[in-house]
């Protein structure tokens, strides 16, 4: 198994994420499919060891690509592109085995921490998600060979320390859970969690839940 497949139907969106996933080493190489049937035709060459997969690719659909996909390469790790809030569409492929989510204009510093993730974790339960969401950054114009120094890095980030508590609060984000969720499993109230939410933003400069998440993948705050 080796490397990654871009599979996404928009051309702009499929074209950005190669160019992205080329500055990932732990992606190379990287191919590129706008249908279920190329995905599975560079799966039987070559198996990936990821694959970007469009949660609204064209028929026969994720739900679909994803069985058959197993079939050909039953240890490929799938990641859907969609953004968090598309949950009909995540969980009946969270369902089928997909491992998580990213939103189709992830950065490569996000791709990077969500691969690592990924392949440092084989067997993840279905309920569990990487969830990574940026701001969007423009798209290339044509081609997938631009030079991957087109991609901006994001700033690095002072080291913080978070607390116990905040840890626990910023894994059950990481594994999809709303603050109620999260408040059950820690005994806490709902509005206990949000005031831990908050701290750890602020330690960590983030303006969401999916952006403390990635900037704690990143970071190794969490795994």
Known sequence: MAGVVVCHASTA????LVVTSI???????????????ELLAHARRVPPTVVLLDAH????????????????????AVVLLAQP??????????????RGFLAP????A????VAAHVLASPVLAGAQRAVVDVPRPSLPSSGTQA????????????AVTLTKREIEVLVGMSNGRSNAQIGAELFLSEDTVKTHA??????LGANDRAQAVAIGLRGGLIR
Not at 57 to 76: D, T, W, Y
């Open 147 to 158: 030079d991957v120094s087109e991609v901006p890095e994001e700033p690095a980030r002072p």
């Open 85 to 98: 809030d598309d949950s009909a569409a995540l969980d009946r492929a969270l369902a089928l085995g997909a």
């Open 23 to 37: 500055g990932v080493p732990t992606l190379s190489p990287v191919r590129a499919a706008a249908t279920v049937d």
């Open 198 to 203: 908050r701290r750890l933003f602020r330690k």
């Open 105 to 108: 204009d992830v950065g490569r």
């Open 110 to 113: 996000e791709l990077s921490a």
């Open 57 to 76: 690719i064209p028929a026969p659909g994720a739900g679909e690509a994803i069985r058959r996909l197993r079939a050909v390469a039953p240890g490929v």
């Open 13 to 16: 969106v499929r074209e950005r």
